[in-house]
């Protein structure tokens, strides 16, 4: 599975992103998508992800700012961001996680970069 990132940019305080990751196959049968994020000098950390059912979880910095969502018929995921902040500043990947007869495949984006001024 091939992912490609888009839809970062830089914006200000308390304004909207939204993130795209389009999949160059069908995501349907894509057990787990998931964005992460990097900032300068920091680990890379979880921000959300959604199962196939359409399960989603947030890390607790970003709960009630950003949405994932998923589409099926576009085979694209994304990531809505609102209210952000500065601290929100990093490079973000999409992430899919796909079993097969072969097992488990962990698939990354390039990233994104999300530029936050204060």
């Known amino acids: 599975v091939q992912l490609q990132a888009s839809g970062g940019g830089l914006v200000q305080t308390g304004g909207s992103l939204r993130l795209s990751c389009a999949a160059s196959e069908s995501i349907f049968s894509i057990n787990l998508m998931a964005w992460y994020r990097q900032a300068p000098g920091k680990q890379r950390e979880v921000v959300a992800g959604?199962?196939?059912?359409?399960?989603?979880n947030f890390a607790d910095s970003v709960k009630g700012r950003f949405t994932i969502s998923r589409d099926n018929a576009k085979n694209t995921l994304y990531l809505q961001m609102n209210s952000l902040k500065p601290e929100d500043t990093a490079v973000y990947y999409c992430n899919a996680l796909k079993r097969s007869s072969a097992g488990w495949g962990n698939y990354w984006g390039q990233g994104t970069q999300v530029t936050v001024s204060s």
């Open positions: 959604i199962t196939s059912a359409g399960s989603t």
